[in-house]
């Protein structure tokens, strides 16, 4: 079984900075591409950022030149460095792993179990 725990997340003044982390832990070959998505009260979740095992990198507008994601694939976690925290970007944020090799030929998608940042104004 694979799971996905996430840390990083809690309160912050607007103009501050969180870092978020995930790790994947199990019977894993590989991982291609790992993500993280969030989710306000009211909305529907949303992509946040997404990094493929090569590197690249795809943002959502509303963060791009405040966020940045990376991974160590050797420890099969990825982070989120925020920066310039508003109170828009409150919301639970989840990470996802795509397209997870647990076996010769099955591939399967992992969600963590998200975690709560909140920005004060």
């Known amino acids: 079984q694979v799971q996905l725990v996430e840390s990083g997340g809690g309160l912050v003044q607007a103009g501050g900075s969180l870092r978020l982390s995930c790790a994947a832990s199990g019977r894993i070959f590989s991982i291609n591409d790992m993500g993280w998505y969030r989710q306000a009260p009211g909305k529907q979740r949303e992509l946040v950022a997404v990094?493929?095992?090569?590197?690249?990198?795809n943002y959502a507008d509303s963060v791009k030149g405040r966020f940045a994601i990376s991974r160590d694939n050797a420890k099969n976690t990825v982070y989120l460095q925020m920066m310039s925290l508003n109170p828009e970007d409150t919301a639970v944020y989840y990470c996802?792993?795509?397209?997870?090799?647990?076996?010769?030929?099955?591939?399967?998608?992992?969600w963590g179990q998200g975690t709560q940042v909140t920005v004060s104004s």
């Open positions: 990094i493929t095992t090569g590197g690249s990198t």
């Open positions: 996802n792993a795509d397209r997870v090799q647990v076996g010769l030929s099955t591939w399967r998608n992992y």
